[in-house]
C-alpha cells in the first residue's frame, strides 16, 4: 500500500525524496518481484491537487492514473464499505484521506508506504520509508 505523496514521487522523477527503505521496495516492484496497491483515496487527492494546479501529471489525470495501473506494478484498492467502517476507528489520524489510506492497508493486510510513521502506528501497520 502506498500514501499520496510516496506515490506521486515514485511515479515522476522525484523518487529521491522517498526514503531508502521505500526506493528499494518500489525498485522491487519495478524488476516485477512485488506489487504496489494504489488506495483509490490516493488517486482521488491527487486528482484534485492535478485539478487545482498544485501539480502535473504527464497526460492528464486519466492518461496517467492509465499509464500507472497499466504498467503491471500497481494495483488499485478500491474504497469499500469495510475500509470506511475500519476508518471510524481510527480518528487519532486528523485527516480524513490520511484514514481512509490507513484504514486500506489494515483492511488488505499490508504495510504502508509513507514518510509518516506516526499514521501507520496509530493504525497498526508496519511503514515502509
Same mark, same amino acid.
Given at each position: 500500500m502506498i500514501d499520496t505523496h510516496a506515490l506521486l514521487w515514485a511515479v515522476?522523477?522525484? @523518487?529521491?525524496?522517498? %526514503?531508502? /527503505?521505500a526506493r528499494r521496495f518500489i525498485e @522491487?516492484?519495478?524488476? %516485477?518481484? /512485488?506489487s504496489i496497491c494504489v488506495p483509490t483515496t490516493a488517486l482521488i487527492e491527487l486528482g484534485e491537487a492535478?485539478?487545482?494546479?498544485?501539480?502535473r501529471l504527464q497526460g492528464g489525470f486519466d492518461g496517467w492514473v492509465d499509464g500507472m495501473l497499466s504498467s503491471g506494478r500497481f494495483?488499485?484498492?478500491d474504497l469499500t464499505v469495510a475500509?470506511?467502517?475500519r476508518a471510524q476507528t481510527l480518528y487519532d489520524i486528523p485527516e480524513r484521506g490520511d484514514r481512509?489510506?490507513?484504514?486500506?492497508?489494515?483492511?488488505?493486510?499490508?504495510p504502508l508506504?509513507?514518510?509518516d510513521p506516526e499514521i501507520a502506528e496509530t493504525a497498526g501497520v508496519t511503514a515502509i520509508w
Open positions: 515522476t522523477s522525484q @523518487r529521491r525524496r522517498l %526514503g531508502r /527503505a @522491487r516492484a519495478d524488476r %516485477g518481484q /512485488a492535478h485539478w487545482r494546479g498544485a501539480i494495483h488499485a484498492a475500509v470506511v467502517r481512509l489510506i490507513a484504514a486500506t492497508a489494515v483492511e488488505l493486510d499490508l508506504i509513507t514518510r
